[in-house]
């Protein structure tokens, strides 16, 4: 039996998890599911956001589900705490079009590939000059470069992709984004003689945010850093329907951890109208970790069906339905398909 463990988090969190525990254990899959605690509400119990037996759970199960969490205003992010700790290096964003709904552009397919253990979201900052001034520590190694670069290869490579775009700053932020540009191209190069057929180009970042939105057909892979996966996920959750819509993946060498890129959404948390569907592909991208890929797959077409059918979908989506009205129609899905 597998060991899951589960953590809802604060605000919406909790809802959209409930929802995909839903469909899962509409599936006749073995996992054993552990609930742990992190965010907010984790902090004004426990003191911490980030519990010790939280981290240990999720290093011995076979993977985990992260709802969001609401931040708090002077501690540490627990969610970039956790990727690091788990050295869940590599944040996977799959930006894909949905027949049926309503967007800025049909037809998209690619993958933002997020490094996810340092860059801006290092978490070292600091007050000087009696708080009137604070810094933050922009790391960047050639180790962690080179590995989610590595990464982006090797799943381009998998998934049969022909283009990976680097994105950076390296005019501005010589050193460390330099460092990474170079490790990107490294790799490039020593790719490029088995498989021709990838194209490895590059942009800097603002002219990134721009193409996004202008040709963003153009892309395949695309790979950064942390601070900058952040913001251009968000970006490309906005061209194909929305955060309610945008699932992710951490991976490591021996943990993943699944969560969709939304956060707690404190605007309509407790109302019962978020959008499951990132939380439910969240679990596709674990089952496909898992190598349930008869599963993952399942999901997937069921989330589309239903999406192309156009009855139930909840507010953000133009519809009027509840959060588990939608889990419950894709739940039916998949019994149709199984
Ligand atoms: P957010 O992602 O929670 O919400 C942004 C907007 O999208 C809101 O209008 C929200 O209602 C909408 N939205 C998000 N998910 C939705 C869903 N599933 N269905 C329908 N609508 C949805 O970002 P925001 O408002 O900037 O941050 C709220 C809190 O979440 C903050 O405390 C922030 O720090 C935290 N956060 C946590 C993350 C995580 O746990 N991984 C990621 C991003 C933010
Ligand atoms: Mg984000």
Redesign the pocket.
């Known amino acids: 039996m597998k060991k899951i463990t589960v953590i809802p988090?604060d605000g919406?969190?909790k809802e959209?998890m409930d929802a995909g525990i839903n469909i899962l254990d509409g599936l006749n899959l073995n996992f054993d599911f552990i609930e742990a605690e992190a965010g907010f509400f984790c902090f004004e119990k426990n003191g911490t956001t980030l519990p010790e037996e939280t981290i240990k759970y999720c290093e011995k199960s076979s993977a985990t589900l992260f709802g969001?969490?609401?931040?708090t205003p002077n501690e540490k992010s627990p969610?970039l705490e956790l990727r690091k700790k788990l050295d869940v290096f590599a944040n996977l964003r799959p930006v894909k079009s949905f027949d049926g709904i309503k967007s800025l552009f049909n037809n998209l397919d690619f993958l933002i590939i997020r490094e996810n253990t340092e860059g801006l979201y290092s978490q070292i900052e600091s007050f000087e000059e009696d708080e009137n001034k604070a810094i933050a520590n922009r790391v960047i190694t050639k180790k962690a470069s080179t590995k989610i670069c590595d990464f982006a290869f090797k799943k381009a490579i998998e998934d049969n992709r022909k283009k990976i775009t680097c994105v950076h700053k390296a005019n501005a932020l010589k050193k460390t984004d330099g460092i990474f540009k170079e490790s990107f191209y490294k790799i490039a190069n020593s790719y490029s003689n088995k498989y021709p057929q990838i194209i490895a180009n590059d942009y800097y970042i603002d002219a990134m945010a721009m193409y996004l939105i202008t040709k963003p057909q153009e892309f395949d892979v695309v790979v950064t850093t942390n601070l900058f996966g952040d913001i251009l996920s968000d970006e490309g959750a906005g061209l194909v329907g929305?955060?309610?819509l945008s699932p992710s993946a951490n991976i490591g060498d021996k943990n993943g951890l699944f969560?969709?890129v939304?956060?707690?959404?404190?605007?309509?948390a407790g109302k019962q109208i978020?959008?499951p569907i990132?939380m439910i592909l969240s679990i596709s991208m674990m089952l496909d970790f898992l190598n349930e890929k008869y599963f993952s797959n399942l999901i997937e077409l069921a989330v589309r069906n239903v999406l192309k059918d156009n009855k139930v979908l909840?507010p953000?989506l133009g519809g009027k339905s509840k959060t588990m009205d939608l889990a419950n129609a894709i739940k039916n899905e998949l019994k149709n398909l199984i």
């Open positions: 988090g919406i969190g959209v969001a969490i609401t931040s969610i929305g955060l309610g969560e969709p939304h956060g707690s959404a404190p605007d309509i978020a959008n990132a909840t953000d």
